[in-house]
C-alpha cells in the first residue's frame, strides 16, 4: 500500500483532490498542500525515491513553503470592501 506513494501520478492525484477541497473549503489552507504534492509529483517522476517517510517529509516541508507564500503573496492583495463612515440616512 505504501508503494502507491512512490509512483508520480499517486501525488497528481492527491493534488487534485486537495485542490477539490480548496475549492469546497477556500482559505487556501488546503492549495499548499496541493502544490506541495504536485512538486513532489514532479520530484518522484524525475528522481525514483523508495524512502516513504522521505517523501512524506519532503511533502510536508514543500506544503509548508508554498503555504507560507501563498499566505505573502494574498496578504497583500486588497479585499477591495469600503468601510462606512457615515450613514446616508442620517442628517
Not at 30 to 45: D, R, S
Not at 52 to 74: G, T
Not at 85 to 91: A, F, G, L, V, Y
Amino acid at each position: 500500500m505504501a508503494d502507491y506513494l512512490t509512483l508520480w501520478w499517486v501525488w497528481i492525484c492527491i493534488a487534485l483532490a486537495l485542490g477539490v477541497v480548496e475549492l469546497l473549503a477556500p482559505g487556501f489552507i488546503f492549495l499548499g498542500f496541493a502544490i506541495g504534492a504536485v512538486i513532489v509529483a514532479g520530484i518522484v517522476a524525475i528522481i525514483s525515491l523508495s524512502n516513504i517517510p522521505a517523501l512524506l517529509a519532503l511533502f510536508a516541508i514543500l506544503s509548508l513553503i508554498a503555504w507560507i507564500a501563498l499566505k505573502a503573496v494574498f496578504r497583500k492583495q486588497s479585499s477591495g470592501a469600503r468601510i462606512v463612515t457615515r450613514d446616508i440616512n442620517e442628517n
